[in-house]
């Protein structure tokens, strides 16, 4: 994590760690002062308020909750990503087949990430068309596209030094 991270928050590069909300990786140290020295913030989401549903037969299309937590240095991406359960509907838990399927990302929030992102390259100071060459990739693509499972793929410019990187994060 410091080792790809540190380059890109240098030189004011946005990042977003996601992992479950009560994943025991928030309570590990490194990753405790890696938030701390980056002033990172979280924000927490249900995964049923973006589309997340069982995809066992018995229970297809029912909704998941899952509680997930974002840590970034985006505004965009905490905006984008606070939907909690409305409850306006009951939730199937998440078990067996689907505690896998859950580490995949739905349409929805993909969607909402890139726009995100978007929005981040449209602000002012953001470097446009430059930071629109930057990416920074790993558990936000859906499953359908690809998922690296704990890993972390950036390919950014060449001010930052890094290219085509992939490794355990």
Known sequence: LERIASPLLAKGG???IEWPQN????DYPV????????????????????????????R?????????????NSKHIKDSLCLHCDGSHKHTPCAGSDT???ECHTDALVKCVHNA?????????SGGKLARQQVACGSILPCSSIYFSAACCIEVN??????????SG
């Open 31 to 58: 990753v405790k002062n890696f938030i701390a020295k980056w002033g990172l913030s979280s924000t927490t989401f249900h995964g049923c308020m973006y589309g997340l549903v069982s995809q066992r037969a018995s």
């Open 14 to 16: 946005q990042i977003a």
């Open 100 to 102: 896998r399927k859950t």
């Open 60 to 72: 297809r299309g029912i909704p998941i909750k899952q509680p997930w937590r974002v840590t970034t």
């Open 23 to 26: 994943c025991d990786y928030w």
């Open 117 to 125: 992102f978007e929005q981040h390259c449209d602000s002012p100071g």
């Open 158 to 167: 060449d001010e930052f030094g890094i290219r085509n990187h992939c490794g």
